[in-house]
């Protein structure tokens, strides 16, 4: 039986800092719950002079891969370098060296996730911390909720963009004070796109979707909207309806196929998820046997991340001991299509700018009601000046017979623009 | 490796029924998610002639536990029946013959975890089942949790009663109605006291601060109080004060030992345990590096704990057919105190009928005061007759300098009664 297990790591950033503290701090207790001590030999960083605040035994940086993926004394590689290359590289090298791998790498898995199960072969990959930081979340889909088909995941998986909604929401405030200020905050980077466009979400959503219903799903394939164009305006009607704005990652398994897409949704504000407020991600779980099932916690942060990151090497860590791995591999073993946007069936929110005079509501209603959309509710606000506002939420009506009717409502005369159209979610 | 992992199920009332239900349906993927195939080989039960609205297979019923105990083509037990005796025995046996176990029964493993654990040796004993049935909350704490302390467990555990609060709470229905329409509905049971007096959420709790806290906590040693002196009245005053009542198991890791009680608490609104409402049940968890971490969903019926029996089966299945078991086994590594209650420390709400004359508030303050009792906020409202009704919620306090004060304030000749004492929780 192994007495020492050693860990390299690739990247000493934040994630790896906190990996770095936790191992270092609980080293006793980590060794009563594994069963043999567990130990950082190497660490791959870019520039082993720079000071990172934080006291290192001499010797164990290293700027060279090959310290960490040959060295037989490595048993785990833990990647939390981030970005695609050399990422991958270096994760596949470790695998097919035999290394068992931990990742917390988003970008990685959510593109590449069959070249490393393929890699791996029958050595352990673990990824809890690339999606929702320290919630639990892959283990229980992979183990806890084995015994249901799942037919729907709804994720709050983006804690910029969540915190930013919340101010929104809670202050009034508009996208731009709101992205200042969690700028400030340091919760968002100085190029917040890949938060505020939705692609950091996205990626996640990937995964989720990959893992819950049993089928690869990539980056690509996951349809994406970001906030930028929700406004204080679109949050008030909302709240007026009984609705609060979230951005969602949703991942449906239907008939007619797999829908994977991040957007702002109005969410009902009895939804279990409309209350996770602030940093805070959450992920809600429909399963057949389970019935709702939501996972609370936060999702980013030095520390949060670092106990998904080191709970899976210890997992790696116990199964190396036992002598057995790859007990939980790659669980995509079906190949199932994914339905095309247009054919998603949702109900709208959709604001308008209109011409303040008598027929402008007929005209609207009417085009809708030629290409089958059907409205469930009006509000109509006079604004300053010639134009009314107009706001409608629609029955469940497809994608494109939407996008038909609004189309045709741009090009009406008396219609100055359509300001905003939000799809509603997590009803029935 | 094995083609078949034999299931020897003991018990079919609601659970078992719903265990053989998703046995059954679910056999191909579950075949695909294990490796193997997972075949139910016998039931027992009490009375083999007994419709129970399932077709079964002939002769899979049997009233003689050696059936499944004793028979090799059994590898896994699923102890199902509920109750101590003859549960134990018979899991006693199983566990003894080399069988792992699969249980859902709270009474059992409450009291006799560590006997079942010292029994099973290196082989595996799962019981997510037992504690809030379909919500992954065992597995979570041992594995994705296991890099952090974990300074508290806050749950609500038991939907029978929060069920009743949340009626309580939006209707201003008193006990005695929100228990008629819980039993009307099929959530209470004729006889509702194991609920309503809190002893099913406190057997909960013992497994979970088990769990957290990594040292044997048992029923005993849960301190125990329903919800049945809750009135209309103390709910509209927790909502003028900003805060919901709800039957919450509690446990905790201070500098002075363990903390493990079962009590209603006013928590405050913005809590995230205080939106889960109706039947549903929810774990929040604070570690030190994970944060705040929350578990939702239903906590009992057939099917939600049935995909928890269902998924510890896969999961047992899984490492017979590497030829592993124990990865996780007991993880009780430490021995804990138990802090004695009157030594916790926190908030109190408590609700006084006294004669309705000046000087009354200043007795009580002064006794409060005495006592090293401070007082955060009072609420004095008339009342029909000569009476006047105090509501006062305290700063932190010791218990047991509570319940000094308590005592002298009864004594008081202006005060009618103690009507109410409802400690806070959620705090900080």
């Known amino acids: 039986m192994k007495k020492i297990i050693g860990v390299g790591l690739m990247g000493l950033g934040t994630v790896g800092l906190g990996v770095y503290r936790t191992l270092k701090e609980k080293t006793s207790v980590i060794e009563q719950k594994v069963g043999a001590k567990v130990e950082i030999k190497k660490i791959l960083v870019r520039d082993a002079a720079r000071s990172r605040g934080v006291e290192l035994e001499e010797g164990i940086l290293t700027t060279n891969v090959n310290e960490i993926v040959e060295k037989p004394e490595v048993d785990i590689v833990v990647e939390v370098m981030g970005g695609i290359q050399p990422a991958l590289d270096y994760s596949l090298r ?48 992979k183990q806890c909720l084995a015994a249901n088909r799942i037919t729907q995941v709804i994720g709050i998986i983006n804690g910029t963009t969540n915190y930013m909604l919340t101010r929104m929401t809670r202050e009034g405030l508009g996208f731009a004070d709101a992205l200042e200020e969690a700028q400030t905050r340091g919760y968002a980077e100085a190029d917040p796109s890949s938060d505020t466009e939705g692609y950091d979400a996205a990626r996640k959503l990937a995964i989720l979707t990959s893992v819950a219903f049993n089928s690869r799903i990539i980056l690509n394939d996951v349809f994406v909207e970001g906030i930028t164009r929700i406004t204080a305006e679109d949050i008030a009607y909302a709240d007026e309806l009984n609705f609060t704005i979230k951005l969602l990652g949703i991942a449906k398994e239907t008939e007619d196929g797999i829908e994977a897409r991040v957007h702002p949704a109005l969410l009902p504000k009895n939804h279990p998820l409309a209350a996770v407020n602030d940093v805070y991600n959450a992920v809600f779980v429909r ?100 134009l009314a506002e107009i706001v409608v939420v629609t029955h469940r ?9 609004l189309k045709t409502i741009k090009g009406l005369q008396s219609v100055d623009e359509v300001a905003n159209v939000i799809r509603v979610e997590g009803e029935e």
């Open 94 to 141: 470790a695998l097919k060296n035999g290394k068992s791998l931990v990742t917390a790498n988003k970008d990685m898995i959510a593109v590449h996730g069959r070249e490393l199960f393929e890699a791996a072969g029958n050595k352990d990959i673990f990824f809890e911390a690339s999606v929702a930081g320290g919630i639990p979340i892959i283990r229980p889909l």
């Open 287 to 386: 399963g057949d046997a389970a019935g709702d099932v939501m996972f609370y916690g936060r999702g980013a942060g030095e520390l949060p991340t670092a106990s998904a990151v080191v709970a899976d090497i210890m997992s790696a860590a116990r199964n190396l001991i036992k002598n057995v791995s790859g007990i939980i591999g790659c669980t995509c073993f079906e190949e199932k299509t994914i339905k095309p946007m247009g054919d998603i069936c949702t109900r709208y929110y959709i604001r308008l700018s209109v011409a303040d005079r008598p027929g402008v509501l007929a005209d609207i209603a009417h085009v809708f009601g030629y290409n089958e959309v059907s409205l469930a509710s009006v509000i109509q606000k006079h604004t300053t000046g010639q």
């Open 397 to 405: 009506v497809k994608e494109k017979n939407l996008q038909g009717a």
